[in-house]
């Protein structure tokens, strides 16, 4: 299927455009009453991405609404430890939590490694759907979460600010960190694969728990997993967002990716410098930027736009959209970015 608009596939590959492709990282959900109303036509978050028909529609609406230049796929990273034999439930209002953990051996014993086909086949089907309703209007973007970021809550069981649990591991049982780390990996690989086959066009990994790792674990405990998935998959660009990762710029650039991506407190000049210029960088508005007034978002976006000028540029904040973003807000963010290249 010949894409309509394939802005952001050529802006990942370095590619000429007319302009710069924009999407919102968390752009499907939560922000939208058009979603909050299919929402609640559910029991919750779980029934909904495990419902193809309904996740394809949420995954469509922000095209629809709000006119971004790619579609990414409604579902969550924590699919993957689901299907490595650990549930999740998402609670109200304050996010995941894992009824068993992984804290010894005997645990990790439990676990299998994930065929992406079989043991996630709903979002296989969404995606599916989701391609064929798209019909090549825009890209559609598939994702996991990274290894590190994944080990993260199947140890500590939930959210966390310190995730010390997850990080107290990495000292005092490092072989079993790095067996189910390689778990996650070949999951992740099954399932991205598995993505892939089903019509994705370009892949993202989350690594939301980058910047809680100091630089050498993040290495050891990250990166190495985020290459070999790197390395894996060649079929569709590749786009690495690794939250709070300042200090692994530099080792990212050399990654086998397209795309890496920046959060708000990454000055871009510094970021490509370290990076390099044969990678597009992603981002990175300050996702609280959109609660100024319209004409500040203009005013802020368009400077964002300034300081990627020149060099490979996918336009989005710098970390999710906050839910409680009027999407018009969210319309002038995107309209500023599509206006740019005219000024
Ligand atoms: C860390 C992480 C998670 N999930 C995700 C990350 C990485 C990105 C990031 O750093 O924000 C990724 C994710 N989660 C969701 C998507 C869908 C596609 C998109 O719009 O980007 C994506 C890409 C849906 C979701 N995932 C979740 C919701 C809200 C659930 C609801 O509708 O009740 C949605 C739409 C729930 C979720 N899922 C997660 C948390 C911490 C929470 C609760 C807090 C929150 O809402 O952000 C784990």
Redesign the pocket.
Known sequence: MQLKNDLLIRAAKGEAVERTPVW???????ILPE?RAV?ESVS??IE??QTPELAAEV?IQ?VDILGVDAA???????VIPEAMGLPYE?V?K???WFPNVVSSVADLKKLRIADGVDDLSYVIDAIKITKRELDGRVPLIG?A?APW?IFA?MIEGS?SKTFSKARAMLYTQPEMSHQLLQMITDSTINYLKAQIAAGVDLI?L?D??AGILPPEHYETFSLKYIAQICDAINEVPKTV?A?GAFFAREQMGKLNCETIGLDWNMGVAESRKMIGDDKTLQGNLDPAALYGSAKEVELVTNLMMDQFKGGRHIANLG??VY?DISPDKVKVFIETVKNYAKR
């Open positions: 919102l990282m968390r752009q499907a959900g939560r979603y929402r919750g978050f909904l991405a995954t922000p990414i796929i409604f579902s969550d990273i924590l998402m109200e304050r996010g995941p994702f979460g970021t809550y959210g993202q989350f939301s728990w967002f939250k970390h999710g839910p």
